[in-house]
């Protein structure tokens, strides 16, 4: 079955520290991958996704994600976190086409001053 | 271009009544896909629909029903709530179902 596992419910971190939120999945083949974030209340708004070529991908607001297959994992990276970071993230995996995303549990992450 | 809006934002309903959501897609968009957010189970995949037809459909019971009409708009409706129907209900559309964009929800309570 199609899975995708946060194994961090919350983090924290200093103001300028650097971050990293865990994702594994497991899929029969390569699926595609997003990190979403959610503020209390919202919507959720993609910041990045893989489908296939570079691993390294750019989103917005300087986060960045390294899929890498011999560990199943697709994680959240961001160099320094600001204040406005703090929220709720969640990894996504979909095999394209009609298929729901199948969501993580959500990291919910505390920036601490 | 205006994102997805969901109506109503939040809704307060009682046991074994019925309740409908709206959802306007992104202009041009033509997939609508529909999921459940609860604090226990995190976020569920209810169903898709594209082109007015439901594509796909999660694990939910059959008192979950969607639609979708020809300008892409899309209702959901929930028959005979139950106290665990409270939940946000989310809905995102997409060009190819691949990018999906969220509105900022409906926000269920059963009581």
């Known amino acids: 079955a199609q899975s995708v596992t946060q194994p961090d419910i919350h983090i924290t971190v200093s103001e300028g520290a650097s971050l990293e939120l865990r994702c594994n999945y497991s899929?029969?083949?390569?699926?595609?991958l997003f990190w979403y974030v959610q503020s209390p209340g919202q919507g959720l708004q993609l910041l990045l996704k893989?489908?296939?070529?570079?691993?390294l991908v750019q989103g917005i607001k300087g986060f960045e994600a390294e899929f890498k297959r011999s560990q199943s994992s697709f994680n959240l990276r961001k160099p320094s976190v600001h204040w406005s970071d703090a929220a709720e993230y969640f990894c996504?995996?979909?095999?394209?086409?009609?298929?729901?995303?199948?969501f993580g549990k959500g990291t919910h992450l505390i920036i601490q001053p | 271009k205006a994102g997805v809006t969901q109506t109503p934002r939040y809704l307060i309903k009682t046991r074994g009544q019925q309740v409908t959501l709206s959802c306007s897609p992104i202009?041009?968009?033509?997939?609508v896909s529909w999921y459940q957010q609860t604090p226990g189970q995190g976020l569920q995949f209810l169903f898709e629909?594209?082109?007015?037809?439901?594509?796909n459909k999660g694990n939910f019971p059959g008192r979950f029903s969607g639609r979708q009409f020809s300008n892409s708009r899309s209702e959901m409706n929930v028959s005979t709530l139950e106290l665990g129907d409270s939940a946000l209900y989310l809905c995102?559309?997409?060009?190819?179902?691949?990018?999906?964009?969220f509105g900022s929800g409906t926000q269920l309570s059963v009581l």
């Open positions: 995102a559309s997409s060009l190819a179902n691949e990018k999906l964009f």
């Open positions: 899929y029969g083949a390569t699926p595609y």
């Open positions: 629909y594209f082109s007015e037809t439901q594509r």
């Open positions: 202009s041009g968009h033509r997939s």
């Open positions: 996504a995996g979909g095999g394209g086409g009609a298929d729901g995303l199948t």
């Open positions: 893989y489908f296939s070529g570079d691993t």
